[in-house]
């Protein structure tokens, strides 16, 4: 379904609800400006629970919750402009609904996005962007696979590699 996709792909795994948030945390940190982070999974998978790390990590201001009824919340930083987009796709039917929303005017070089159920909006997406399946692994044990398509996401999917077996 995805293309461009380079054949790097970190597997990470979390055991905890907490251990799933540090791990936004982690890459919250690292996102700028322009970043993509698209996130796949099954209802009750973790995405939001990822999407509250990201948003930490990166530094906003207010406390992110799941936008399924608002499509999108809006964060912010202490200082900056910059912004964090929570863009939740489930309730979309499809493409159309996605041009009629106006998510294409989220993509730029300054703020961040976070989309849960990209998958339903593949044709808006650019190039440039670090995918993430979300496996239930049962209990609150989830597997993480990242993609990376575009140089600044294949950055973004180096640094939270695991470090190599010894």
């Known amino acids: 379904m995805r293309t461009n996709i380079d ?4 597997v990470l795994v979390t055991n905890t609800p907490a251990e799933t948030e540090h ?3 982690l890459l919250g940190a690292r996102l700028k400006g322009g970043d993509v982070v698209c996130l796949s999974g099954t209802l009750g998978a973790g995405k939001t629970c990822l999407v ?4 930490r990590g990166w530094g906003a201001v207010e406390h992110p919750t799941s936008p399924t009824f608002t499509l ?7 200082q900056g402009s910059q912004r964090f987009y929570h863009v ?6 499809g493409m159309v609904d996605a041009w009629t929303t106006g998510l294409e005017e989220l993509f730029n070089p300054v703020d961040v996005i976070v989309i849960e159920w990209p998958e339903r909006i ?5 190039p440039d962007r670090l995918w993430i ?4 692994l049962g209990n609150t044990s989830r597997r993480f696979t990242l993609a990376a398509s575009g140089h600044r996401a294949q950055l973004l999917a180096a640094a939270m590699a695991p470090p190599p077996k010894a």
């Open 7 to 10: 054949h790097f792909r970190p």
């Open 23 to 25: 791990l936004g945390e």
């Open 52 to 55: 509250r790390g990201l948003a």
């Open 72 to 78: 999108i919340n809006e964060y912010r930083q202490t």
């Open 88 to 93: 939740d796709c489930y309730r979309l039917s």
């Open 122 to 126: 593949l044709d808006l997406l650019p």
């Open 133 to 136: 399946d979300i496996c239930d």
